[in-house]
């Protein structure tokens, strides 16, 4: 029989429980404050200012369905503005031109654009890898911006499409700057969720695991392609809804919404938040759109120049990005290291930290150990582990 405790000493994991549960409370202190005054800011800030945080959260959408495979894939794609000028443009020509105004209609079309397109370009791209399919999604995103501009008949040409008003749900809202800004953030975080899911869910970690070590993962018998497929294809949804979300908040559309200038103002997000977060491009857009609108206040020419200084800032200073950075300092702060003190956060290069690498090398052996009866893919995979220890 074990000797009881006596009544007066508490067993060593009841007193720390008390030590655990504050330092939880106090690591996720700074998404309840975001998310509070994300919640509040139509209370007492000025309409443009509402207008500025609709932007932010829409660009902040986007950037994490470049990261899905820019972080997670490490597909470096350079044609992202064009998936989200796809479904803007065709919001706009089926409400001016077709005169379809039901946003139950309107918006899935325009998303089911989005992913077809992805489909093509990911059909044609994925063919190659690293510098050879930025190289091809660059030709693609600059083919979608010659065609919306030499196309005027159907969309403006370099006028663009106005005259589209906030969505039509069907029934008795009236939107104006403050009931979109909560519509957009409702879109935006039930997204965000899926996404979050998508990342941690197998699929996530074998696409990790692809990016990190594409041999062995064709050994254990991945379908590597067509798994990046899937993710190219899950990034242009949700490039989608980032572009219907915009159109309805510009209210109009134009070619410079399509080109290049986008395409490289995401990818900057993405670096300057983190690559591989998720988060991080939230923290980019906010960023970089922040700094946009108080630079332009002022100047309007030079803004990109002191963008320019912030990117070698950030990459100097931040090299995981602002994201990582912030989340290992606060976790010093609190005193709440988890996975040997890694932050967890992934580098440029797109190296896993602490949780992420051990569950995706848990799912690779997995994979191995049902792939035992395999002779000849377990000597793959023994060749593949000798050459690299």
């Given at each position: 029989m074990s000797a009881k405790r006596p009544s007066g000493v508490s067993s060593p994991a009841r007193r720390?429980?008390?030590?655990?549960?504050?330092s939880r409370v106090?690591?996720?202190?700074?998404?309840?404050?975001?998310l509070v005054f994300l919640l509040t800011l139509p209370l007492f800030l000025r309409t443009d200012y509402v207008s500025l945080f609709t932007k932010i959260i829409i660009f902040a959408l986007l950037a994490m369905s470049l990261d899905l495979v820019f972080g997670y894939s490490g597909l470096w794609?350079?044609?992202?503005?064009?998936?989200?000028?796809?479904?803007?443009?065709?919001?706009a020509i089926l409400v001016v031109k077709v005169g379809i105004t039901s946003f139950w209609i309107v918006a899935p079309c325009a998303v089911g654009v989005a992913v077809i397109t992805a489909a093509l370009f990911g059909v044609l791209g994925l063919r190659s890898k690293e510098i050879y399919f930025m190289l091809i999604t660059f030709a693609f995103g600059q083919l979608i911006y010659v065609a919306v501009y030499t196309t005027s008949k159907y969309t403006g040409g370099s006028n663009g499409l106005t005259g589209i008003s906030y969505p039509d749900l069907g029934f008795a809202v009236h939107f104006n700057e403050r009931s979109y800004y909560y519509f957009t953030l409702v879109a935006v975080v039930i997204a965000a969720i899926l996404l979050y899911k998508i990342i941690k869910s197998p699929f996530g970690y074998s696409l990790m695991g692809i990016r990190d070590n594409e041999i062995?993962?064709?050994?254990?018998?991945?379908?590597t392609w067509a798994r990046r497929f899937i993710a190219f294809i899950l990034s242009g949804f949700f490039a989608g809804v980032a572009g219907v979300l915009y159109v309805y908040y510009r209210n109009n559309i134009a070619p410079s919404d399509v080109g290049l200038d986008?395409?490289?103002?995401?990818?900057?997000?993405?670096?300057?938040?983190?690559?591989?977060?998720?988060w991080g491009g939230v923290v980019g857009s906010a960023a970089i759109l922040f700094l946009q609108y108080f630079v332009s206040l002022y100047t309007t020419q030079r803004w990109p120049l002191i963008l320019g200084c912030l990117f070698i800032a950030a990459v100097f200073l931040a090299k995981d990005g602002?994201?990582?950075r912030f989340t290992k300092w606060w976790k010093r702060v609190c005193r709440y290291e988890t996975n040997g003190g890694n932050g967890g956060g992934q580098d440029m290069r797109g190296k896993p930290g602490g949780d992420t690498y051990q569950r995706v090398a848990t799912?690779?052996?997995?994979?191995?150990?049902?792939?035992?009866?395999?002779?000849?893919?377990?000597?793959?995979?023994?060749?593949?582990?000798?050459?690299?220890?």
């Open positions: 720390a429980l008390p030590t655990r549960l504050g106090a690591y996720f202190t700074p998404a309840a404050i975001i794609c350079f044609g992202q503005a064009g998936l989200f000028g796809v479904a803007a443009y065709t919001v062995r993962a064709k050994s254990l018998g991945y379908n986008y395409s490289g103002l995401v990818i900057m997000m993405v670096i300057i938040g983190g690559v591989g977060t998720l602002i994201y990582p799912l690779f052996r997995g994979a191995s150990r049902n792939d035992a009866g395999n002779g000849e893919r377990d000597e793959a995979t023994s060749e593949v582990t000798s050459s690299d220890g």
